[in-house]
């Protein structure tokens, strides 16, 4: 079944991307797909991987690509900069998950609504690795372009000035409003919450499967 979710799976039972799977990835997923764009687009064969330095980030890493990929150039982001520099930190990450939650929500609300099911046996019958899949696809899917560039705001603010940047669209009213719906006593106080909850419940999911 693993074969059959089109992901690159690897396990882990510490849930860590280690330095092998951070390899694979860039061979299996990151080098075939960045190359693909280069080609079908056009363009040259350039291309900057900017990574922190989480443990799996090897300095090394460049020379682990396979020749097909030596044109990938990797740089690294300085050591103790996450907060200010790093991309993904800057609400990417936060805004993903209350997507993937809004859509957690939407999917609950639809299977229980005309039926007597409880969440609970959502949980158990209804709710599984496939399902949890098509739901982070959906998630990134809705992380817009304007979200990503806005990213970079505190690294090169005058850009984002000149993009006219307004902020985040908040989501968990959205959240909120389907909670609710489902008979759930929740406020803005609650989501943040609720969101780690069920990343935690995810991670796990993912690892017992």
């Not at 090169?156 to 009213?173: A, N, Q, S, T, Y």
């Not at 409003?177 to 069920?198: C, H, N, Q, T, Y």
Request: one cysteine or more; glycine letters at 4%; a negative charge.
């Amino acid at each position: 079944m693993k074969e059959k979710l089109q992901v690159l799976w690897r396990t882990n039972s510490k849930a860590w991307v280690t330095r092998q799977f951070f390899i694979e990835w860039m061979n299996i997923v990151f080098g075939p797909s960045v190359k693909k764009y280069l080609i079908d687009d056009g363009l040259p064969l350039k291309c900057v991987l900017l990574l922190d330095n989480a443990p799996a980030h090897h300095p090394d890493l460049e020379d682990d690509l396979l020749d097909e990929f030596k044109f990938i150039k990797i740089v690294y982001l300085p050591s103790n900069t996450t907060s200010t520099l790093q991309p993904m930190d800057q609400q990417v990450i936060s805004n993903f998950k209350k997507l993937f939650t809004k859509h957690l929500f939407k999917r609950c609300f639809e299977v229980t609504e005309n039926t007597s099911l409880t969440l609970r046996e959502f949980w158990k019958n209804h709710y599984n690795i496939v399902i949890c899949l098509k739901l982070i696809d959906i998630a990134w899917q809705g992380v817009t372009k304007r979200t990503l560039n806005s990213a970079w705001r505190k690294l090169w603010p005058d850009v984002l000035k000149r993009e006219g940047f307004e902020g985040f669209e908040p989501i968990e009213e959205e959240i909120i409003s389907l909670g609710r719906s489902m008979g759930l006593e929740v406020d803005e106080a609650d989501v943040a919450d609720l969101i780690e909850d069920f990343f935690k419940f995810l991670m796990s999911t993912i690892e017992e499967f």
